[in-house]
């Protein structure tokens, strides 16, 4: 049994099954539980019925439920991709942290919440060797179809205490920006980023509503005072920060790097 070394309680859910082809978890993956409390969201992650599971949740008091053992593949990221894998819950480690969400009244995470998921997060990434930039909403890898966690989570704190790949968002303007039913060279270099940052886009040219959905993800995380899915100027540079930041890190480690001109 793997376990967080941290103070927890352990519900063992039924919805698991081995990870497929063997492989390790190299992705966490970050929710909200959109459910009116903690006890309700287990109860629901535990029921066979529901057909879906996680690793860990996070209570708004900073408690920890861990429902699947580590080397288990949980049930919680659906139909999903990253950097071209359909399979992510066999790639991933995954934490509900309870929030009502939109359903039930969006709120702030609360700090005690946020130090536990930094625990916790700083625990699971130590033993399985996950690298900063596989730390990823569910929005990252499901664009369009979930915004969890959300505007409110705060990456940029994860980031100070050594969690996940962020850079500073360029500041906000007036100026127009690539939106939907836009064409040309520009959208295709705009997609041709994304997608190799990790994004499933398909490189069309076409800003279509695909692409507004990727845009819109890539905000949830990483420019958040303005989520809209146009990839205005603050946006396309917020984007080429971090993947400038991400390639120098990748050149000095000899990594893969992510062609963002």
């Not at 352990?10 to 919805?15: D, H």
């Not at 978890?25 to 009116?36: C, K, R």
């Not at 205490?161 to 939106?179: F, N, Q, R, S, T």
Request: charged share 25%.
């Amino acid at each position: 049994m793997i376990r967080t070394s941290l103070p927890h309680v352990f519900r063992p859910s039924p919805n698991i099954e081995p990870r497929k082809g063997g492989v390790k978890p190299d992705i966490l993956l970050v929710h909200y539980t959109e459910m009116e409390s903690a006890q309700a969201a287990c109860d629901w992650l535990c029921d066979p019925a529901s057909k879906v599971s996680c690793h860990y949740l996070v209570d708004e008091d900073g408690s920890i439920v861990q429902m699947v053992d580590e080397a288990m593949r949980a049930w919680h990221a659906g139909a999903s991709s990253w950097q071209g894998e359909s399979d992510i819950n066999s790639r991933s480690i995954g934490i509900e942290i309870q929030n009502p969400g939109p359903r039930f009244g969006y709120r702030a995470f609360p700090d005690v919440q946020m130090r536990a998921v930094i625990a916790l997060s700083k625990d699971i990434i130590a033993r399985n060797s996950i690298r900063p930039e596989r730390v990823l909403a569910h929005s990252d890898v499901a664009p369009g179809r979930k915004i969890d966690p959300g505007a409110l989570f705060d990456w940029h704190l994860l980031h100070e205490e050594g969690i996940g790949h962020w850079v500073a968002p360029a500041p906000i303007d007036d100026g127009a920006g690539l939106m939907a039913g836009d064409s040309g060279s520009e959208v295709e270099r705009l997609q041709s980023v994304l997608a190799g940052y990790g994004y499933g886009l398909p490189v069309t040219g076409i800003f279509d509503a695909r692409t507004t959905a990727v845009v819109s993800a890539f905000q949830l995380h990483f420019r958040q005072e303005r989520v809209d899915g146009i990839a205005d100027r603050s946006t396309v540079e917020t984007l080429d920060r971090l993947v400038a930041a991400l390639d120098q890190v990748r050149s000095a480690g000899g990594g893969r790097q992510v062609q963002s001109r």
